[in-house]
């Protein structure tokens, strides 16, 4: 499709523009010149380049300028080190109607088709982060050169609640075949968005050939020379449209099915364009990503995907309430009170993020070891993979170090406890260290669920406590909330921010109440579930009953992951807060007492049953409720209790309830979090009188 400057600019006004601009070079060996295509936003390397209309638009001009030259070849490559990251989603949350979606989905398709029926032939020099659209920009040329350091290789669009929709789902399968595409479109993207690695982009074929960053322009177009004059020949694979092909899907819905359980439209059309690829005709794909393209855009879970991006792209960058960070206090070395596994990943993550002594200590000498030990190890780990070089790793080993006595943190200007979940232990712990650091050393604490106002109020300086709560695995796992206590000051605050940073975590700050975000709101949700099973429900009807959400993990297995005893202690601790909405299962006792962990086993051939032994100390109840039931309560006990947390100001907004559940719950982008659905499913307005999200968040506009 043609359309002019103005009218693209009309569809997206506010489009920060990717200009591409077409210049000519002789390269050695080649008799005409190569017509050399930059594409940059004039911004730096923190901003990266993007496809809107006006983009698309300027791409397409430098196009058709660089073919009237008559060159040898057209080479295509971006600013330093970003090649292009994807359309700009900005377009797609303003698009109003479906028309506007097919405009988008028509005009991308046509201005990289012009590279891939050029018939002079067109490279694409993928210099940096390429990702989505750029991706798709440099699948639609006729070879690829790749730079060594190229980070951010992926097609996330499925993550995103999209697909790769400006002809990934169509080029790739035919270019690297249909089972690795599968890979990459579908287990790569739903596996929170695992990038490729240059090596790994060159093994499966969507890169012809890797070179050296420090001179890779030169070699690109030595390379481009050396195929335009028929000296290189690049092989491409044959592509088995047969029983590989079939396999390809049946692995690909295998994939959606135990990621999304088919909650995700994005997900599900995607299976259905890997599938129209096998015919390998263009124009039939094209239209088809064309049309699913505009469905998608004025879809609500699409919606919802663009406010989770949102939320963790900017929001998590800019924690709302978050002191200035100019207060933060310099850390210069780290002390951790407890050695077991949860205080040991912690140590590790200061230790490989802030290059700072560590100090551990326990109870005895065996614990401290083990502790120490386990640090070491994961660091020898990491050199054996190398992720760090020998000398890293031997740095990093002599900062780490334990000790039985706390004046060894007489020096640290932070430290953080991970002891039992008891207010009392962790009062003790803090008053013992407080006598060894200084008046300005921070002390906080990874509690789950207790309030830090009370593990405080016994100290000499309540000021500089304050929650560092991680999830598990901490290396894992981007969540941080940084709990202020009631006496807590903006300094420690400002620190904990500055170190949660540091650390490569996204901190949400939350007021000091009972189980903070996440496990408040998990304990509610799966109190509910447990609820239903005492009553009398199954344990098959009540953990299949959200299924219909996507959720990362079904309750009960949810359970096992948690712990049942760690369950029960902060349902416990819950119920003693809120008696009302927070109930303690006397099934939930006796499954602990038992030293039960998991409901389900699975046989030899992975047939799950419920555990009969679970099954016969658990009296159910006479009152079953169906699978919609189940859901309906658990769902209504969510809107309930985040309504109370926002009068409560446990958290600024409803935004920050959502990240939280997305990045400390895996939560699906789909869903929002979780404030956009119980809004669009009427939950929000039934229960509380009022949805979260004014309409048009998260939602298309009316």
């Known amino acids: 499709m043609t359309i002019t400057a103005e009218e693209a600019k009309a569809i997206f006004p506010d489009e920060v523009v990717t200009h591409a601009k077409t210049r000519l070079i002789d390269v050695p060996g080649l008799d005409k010149p190569v017509a050399f295509i930059t594409i940059d936003n004039g911004l730096d390397h923190t901003r990266p380049s993007t496809f809107g209309p006006q983009s698309l638009v300027s791409l397409g001009a430098a196009f058709d300028e660089a073919y009237a030259a008559k060159p040898a070849a057209i080479a295509v490559t971006g600013k330093p080190f970003i090649f292009a990251v994807g359309a700009d989603l900005t377009a797609v949350e303003q698009a109003t109607d479906r028309s506007q979606g097919v405009t988008i989905g028509k005009l991308g398709h046509d201005v990289f088709r012009k590279f891939t029926e050029s018939d002079i032939p067109t490279f694409a020099f993928v ?65 929170q968005n695992k990038m490729l690695k240059p090596k790994d982009a060159l093994a499966l074929g969507i890169a012809d050939v890797l070179f050296d960053s420090a001179d890779y322009l030169e070699q690109s177009l030595l390379w481009l020379s050396g195929v335009v004059r028929g000296e290189i020949t690049v092989p491409r694979k044959e592509i088995d449209r047969g029983e590989a092909w079939d396999a390809a899907v049946a692995r690909a819905k295998a994939i959606v099915h135990g990621k999304t359980k088919g909650a995700a439209p994005g997900a599900l059309k995607a299976l259905e364009l890997l599938e129209l690829a096998r015919e390998n005709d263009l124009d039939k794909g094209y239209a088809a990503e064309t049309e699913g393209l505009a469905d998608l855009v004025m879809s609500d879970e699409l919606r919802a995907g663009l406010y989770s991006f949102n939320l963790v792209q900017k929001r998590a960058k800019r924690p709302a309430g978050a002191p200035d960070k100019s207060l933060a206090r310099k850390v210069t070395k780290v002390g951790v ?45 990491l050199a054996g993979k190398g992720r760090i070089s020998p000398d890293e790793a031997n740095r990093l080993k002599a900062l780490v170090s334990g000790s039985l006595d706390k004046a060894a943190f007489a020096d640290a200007d932070f430290v953080i406890e991970a002891v039992f979940e008891d207010l009392a232990v962790k009062q003790q712990v803090f008053a013992e260290v407080e006598e060894h650091v200084s008046a300005e050393a921070i002390l906080a604490t990874n509690t789950s669920s207790l309030s830090i106002t009370d593990m405080a109020s016994k100290l000499k300086h309540p ?79 009540a953990d299949k009953a959200t299924e219909s959400l996507g959720l990362p993990m079904s309750p009960m297995i949810l359970l096992q992951l948690v712990g049942s005893a760690v369950a029960l202690h902060v349902s416990e601790t819950m119920h003693g807060a809120f008696p009302d909405r927070f109930a303690v299962s006397e099934n939930m006792k006796k499954f602990v007492a038992a030293g039960k962990n998991a409901v389900w086993q699975w046989d030899s051939s992975g047939k799950q049953t419920v555990d009969p032994e679970v099954e016969a100390l658990w009296q159910f109840g006479d009152s079953p409720l169906t699978d919609d039931e189940v859901r309906s309560r658990a769902l209504e006990a969510l809107a309930e209790e985040i309504r109370i947390m926002l009068d409560e100001g446990v958290v600024a907004e409803a935004q920050d309830i959502d990240l939280c559940m997305i990045l400390g719950a895996g939560w699906p982008f789909w869903l929002g979090g979780i404030t956009p659905y119980l809004d669009r499913a009427g939950i929000s307005e039934k229960v509380t009188g009022k949805r979260f999200l004014a309409p048009g968040v998260a939602s298309v506009p009316a």
């Open 127 to 191: 210099n940096g982060a390429v990702m989505g659209g750029g991706l798709e920009l440099a699948l639609s040329c006729h070879y690829r050169t790749l730079a060594s350091n190229a980070a951010a290789i992926a097609l996330p669009e499925v993550f995103l609640g999209l697909f790769p929709g400006w002809g990934g789902t169509q080029l790739l399968p035919n270019l690297i075949g249909a089972n690795d595409a599968v890979t990459v479109i579908f287990e790569n993207a739903l596996n």
């Open 337 to 381: 009170v407890g050695a077991g596994l949860m205080a040991s990943q912690m140590a590790l993550l200061f230790l490989r993020r802030l290059h700072v002594p560590v100090v551990l200590t326990d109870i005895d000498q065996a614990r401290v070891d083990k502790g120490v030990g386990y640090v070491h190890a994961e660091v020898d780990k």
């Open 463 to 541: 000021e500089r406590v304050v929650g560092f709560h991680f999830f598990n695995p901490v290396a894992v796992m981007p969540l941080l909330e940084i709990v202020r206590a009631e006496q807590t000051d903006d300094a420690t605050l400002a620190t904990a921010f500055a170190v949660g940073k540091q650390l490569k975590k996204s901190s949400v700050l939350v007021k000091d109440a009972p189980a903070f975000v996440v496990n408040r709101l998990l304990t509610r949700f799966m109190g509910e579930v447990i609820k239903s099973v005492d009553e009398g429900t199954s344990f098959e009807v």
